[in-house]
């Protein structure tokens, strides 16, 4: 059973992997075998994650990427194809949060939500397409892991954000129906009250501690945990699944953790 999840072989993109969950999930495929693609608009970190993932015995490479320009998620794609010589996996992770609470709802300017379209779900669709044409080119199969984010599957004042990652969330689906005849899997990874780097003084571990209480594990997640996921979903392991969600949230959205940014607009009587 164990061998089901060996990536030995394989080769994966990684989109958004200088840093946090990306960084987390390239260096667990890394761990189970894959040659890496680390992918992202910063080079330094991109860097730096190839060489951690090296210096473990691992073989990673560093293509820097806008995600937001299909040109350069082609490129991307042709670069790890002639360096590895294939594709088996594309893992696009790349995203950016929304500027929460700068600006009322009918006063949200064209051009900030279309950064979050582009560069939380246009990205995705970017990936899928060229690497599943890849895919079908050579005729081997290949698995898609999308990222979404728990936000997209409940209301928010910060609305741009869960709604380009819904978006994924759906786009994935349409992947998984429209690839399966090629063998392509498609599933999508969806974090919430995930941890995306070790605190950085205990000032910012005991806000964790608090945010935690409310999450029905009691705990926030840490970034590392979505590693194992991935290798699953990228595995022969999940041979049998495809079109898929899979929260990873310590039971926030299944238990009580309600909406935030919402009061009583009555006062108490007595």
């Known amino acids: 059973m164990l061998e089901t999840l060996q990536l030995d072989g394989k080769?994966?993109?990684?989109?958004?992997?200088?840093?946090?969950?990306?960084?987390?999930?390239?260096?667990?495929l890394a761990q189970a075998g894959a040659e890496v693609v680390c992918s992202a608009r910063t080079q330094e970190q991109i860097d730096a994650t190839v060489a951690e993932i090296n210096a473990d015995g691992g073989s990673a490479i560093a293509i820097r990427t806008d995600v937001t320009d299909s040109s350069q998620v082609n490129a991307?794609?042709?670069?790890?194809?002639?360096?590895?010589?294939?594709?088996?996996?594309?893992?696009?992770?790349?995203?950016?949060?929304?500027?929460?609470?700068?600006?009322?709802?009918?006063?949200?300017?064209?051009?900030?939500?279309?950064?979050?379209?582009?560069?939380?779900?246009?990205?995705?669709?970017y990936s899928g397409r060229a690497a599943s044409k890849h895919m079908v080119e050579r005729g081997e199969g290949g698995v898609i892991i999308n990222v979404a984010s728990g936000t997209a599957l409940?209301?928010?004042?910060?609305?741009?954000?869960?709604t380009a990652k819904g978006g994924v969330?759906?786009?994935?689906?349409?992947?998984?129906?429209?690839?399966w005849p090629h063998n392509i899997r498609a599933n999508v990874i969806i974090p919430g009250f995930v941890s995306q780097a070790p605190a950085q003084?205990?000032?910012?571990a005991n806000l964790r501690?608090?945010?935690?209480?409310?999450?029905?594990?009691?705990?926030?997640?840490?970034?590392?945990?979505?590693?194992?996921l991935a290798?699953?979903?990228?595995?022969?392991?999940?041979?049998?699944?495809?079109?898929?969600?899979?929260?990873?949230?310590?039971g926030g959205l299944a238990g009580g953790v309600g909406p935030t940014g919402y009061r009583p607009i009555h006062e108490l009587e007595g």
């Open 11 to 28: 080769t994966a993109i990684v989109t958004g992997a200088g840093r946090g969950l990306g960084k987390a999930m390239a260096k667990s």
């Open 76 to 125: 991307l794609v042709a670069g790890s194809v002639e360096h590895y010589g294939k594709l088996d996996i594309m893992l696009a992770n790349a995203g950016i949060g929304d500027p929460v609470g700068q600006y009322e709802f009918w006063d949200y300017p064209d051009d900030v939500f279309e950064l979050q379209l582009a560069v939380n779900l246009k990205s995705a669709f």
């Open 154 to 162: 409940r209301g928010n004042k910060g609305f741009a954000y869960p």
């Open 169 to 179: 969330i759906s786009l994935t689906k349409s992947e998984a129906l429209i690839l």
């Open 201 to 204: 003084d205990e000032e910012e």
């Open 209 to 228: 501690r608090n945010r935690g209480k409310f999450v029905p594990v009691g705990r926030l997640g840490e970034w590392w945990e979505l590693g194992p």
């Open 231 to 250: 290798v699953y979903l990228a595995s022969e392991a999940s041979r049998y699944v495809t079109g898929e969600s899979f929260a990873i949230d310590g």
